[in-house]
């Protein structure tokens, strides 16, 4: 089992930044990769950033704006957020990506933090 915790959401004005973070803890050894979605009301959850042995991957709306890093001694991803929009604005969830009996993957989710970008 893992666990995931997310913190770091908020308010904010357009224009400005919020650092979202997420600790993991539990069968940690088993993590291969980690990253974040996001789901705004009546839209499809999105993949925002991903990040697997040092390679990271970010949908086409974020890129240059959205930064994604890693931790590993607190077993920690970060998710830095830059210039945001209102079209930012969601509950965004944080994942762990593991690896079982070599061949078999399962994907663990935080709670949600919500992210508001509004004037």
């Known amino acids: 089992q893992v666990q995931l915790v997310e913190s770091g959401g908020g308010l904010v004005q357009p224009g400005g930044s919020l650092r979202l973070s997420c600790a993991a803890s539990g069968s940690i050894f088993s993590i291969y990769a980690m990253g974040w979605y996001r789901q705004a009301p009546g839209k499809q959850r999105e993949l925002v950033a991903e990040?697997?042995?040092?390679?990271?991957n970010y949908t086409d709306s974020v890129k240059g704006r959205f930064s994604i890093s890693g931790d590993n001694a607190k077993n920690t991803v970060y998710l830095e957020m830059n210039s945001l929009t209102p079209e930012d604005t969601a509950v965004y969830y944080c994942?762990?990506?593991?690896?079982?009996?070599?061949?078999?993957?399962?994907?663990?989710w935080g709670q949600g933090t919500q992210v508001t970008v509004s004037s």
């Open positions: 990040i697997s042995s040092g390679s990271t």
């Open positions: 994942y762990a990506r593991t690896l079982y009996s070599d061949s078999y993957v399962y994907d663990y």
